[in-house]
Every structure is written in structure tokens, then in C-alpha cells.
């Protein structure tokens, strides 16, 4: 069975500092892993998805790696915003076409 | 587009009664799912399904049922409703690699 961990479970950093969120997940034998963004009372936003055979993915300030041998992920945010105060999850897609989900982390940028 | 319409946003149940949460999608989607979500924690799959015709229990799957007539439809329903049963639902659909989620359903029951 397919589990996934996210650490922190929570972090509050001020404006401007760049951060890493942190993603494994015990089965190596994923086919891709996707970042979300979700806020308050809110559904979730996709930002970022990696396939098996990729190391990363960029978007803007956002920029996500994929160790699939080591099972970790991590999701970079560069120079953080107060905008940018979510709860983050990582969700990785395994056999049988299962989107297993993270816990989340939730992160506060302070201005 | 609509992309992933839930229905309703909210919803009061009592104890035992039923109710089915409506799933929509529009992307001509294979791949649908149903997601719990309880306060603070992550999302729990409870069911899926491939295609038409076709649906699996997930993680959470007790006290749930799904159909799946048409690629269009994902409806959930809940059959004698427990306090326990009270989350945020989350539909997902998919082709093949990014997932697309609806507005979920907060549902509290009494």
C-alpha cells in the first residue's frame, strides 16, 4: 500500500524567504506526482505535476524535483509572498490508477 | 469550460437519512474519483473509477456507494448517515497525468 508523508505538517517563514516543502512516499513504483495548492475552504489548484522519467518541473517561482528511487519530492518556493499562504499537498499516481494524498503542510507567510 | 461541478456546496444531514452528492465533468474525462477530507488532514480516496461502467473501492469505501453511467457522471451516495460521515467531499476526474478537482461539498451530520 501506497503511503505518503508530508514534513512540515506546518510552517510559518516571513516575506521574501525562499522554502522547501518535503514529499516520500514508501513505493517507488509511482507513474507521476503532482503538487496542489489549496486555501481556505477552497478545492484544490494543480501546480505542478512530474512524470516517472522527470527530475523536475518549474513554474514561475515554484520549482519541484522527483527522487523516485530515494521516494522524495521537494516543492522549492522562491522568494515567498503572503499570497502564497496555503496548505501544499503532494499526490503521487500508482498501479491501479490511485492518486494517494499527503497530509498537506501548511504554510503562513507573514508580511 | 466548467471543468469539475460539484453539488451541493453544503448540506445538512440527520442521522440515517441518505443523500447523493453529484459529480460532473466536462473534459471527457476516463478516470474519476470521490476524496474525503476531515479537518486539518489530507484526502482519503473512497472510490474511483476507470471509465464508464467501471468503478473500484478506494481507501475509505464503507458506507458509500458509487455508479458510473456515463464519463460524464460520478454521483456519491451516502446511504444512513453517520456523524462520522461528516468531511468536505472532493471530486476528481482526469485523462491521463494531471488531475483537475471540483469546489467539494461540506457536509455536517446531526
Known amino acids: 500500500k501506497q503511503e505518503v508523508t508530508q514534513i512540515p505538517a506546518a510552517l510559518s517563514v516571513p516575506e521574501g524567504e525562499n522554502l522547501v516543502l518535503n514529499c516520500s512516499f514508501t513505493d517507488s513504483a509511482i507513474y507521476n506526482l503532482q503538487w496542489f495548492r489549496q486555501d481556505p475552504g477552497k478545492g484544490l489548484t494543480s501546480l505542478l505535476l512530474?512524470?516517472?522519467?522527470?527530475r523536475e518541473q518549474t513554474s514561475g517561482r515554484l520549482n519541484a524535483s522527483l527522487d523516485k528511487s530515494s521516494g522524495r519530492s521537494t516543492l522549492y518556493i522562491a522568494a515567498s509572498q503572503p499570497g502564497d499562504s496555503a496548505t501544499y499537498l503532494c499526490?503521487?499516481?500508482?498501479?491501479?490508477?490511485?492518486?494517494?494524498f499527503g497530509g498537506g503542510t501548511r504554510l503562513m507567510v507573514k508580511p | 469550460n466548467a471543468g469539475v461541478t460539484q453539488t451541493p456546496k453544503f448540506r445538512i444531514l440527520k442521522i440515517g437519512q441518505s443523500m447523493t452528492l453529484q459529480c460532473a465533468q466536462d473534459m471527457n474525462h476516463n478516470y474519476m474519483y470521490w476524496y474525503r477530507q476531515d479537518p486539518g488532514m489530507g484526502l482519503k480516496l473512497i472510490y474511483y473509477s476507470v471509465g464508464a461502467g467501471i468503478t473500484d473501492k478506494g481507501e475509505v469505501p464503507n458506507g458509500y456507494n458509487v455508479s458510473r453511467s456515463t464519463t460524464e457522471d460520478f454521483p456519491l451516495r451516502l446511504e444512513l448517515a453517520a456523524p462520522s460521515q461528516t468531511s468536505v467531499y472532493f471530486c476528481?476526474?482526469?485523462?491521463?497525468?494531471?488531475?483537475?478537482f471540483g469546489q467539494g461539498t461540506r457536509l455536517t451530520v446531526v
Open positions: 476528481a476526474s482526469r485523462a491521463y497525468t494531471e488531475a483537475f
Open positions: 499526490a503521487v499516481e500508482s498501479a491501479g490508477n490511485m492518486l494517494t
Open positions: 512530474i512524470q516517472s522519467s522527470q
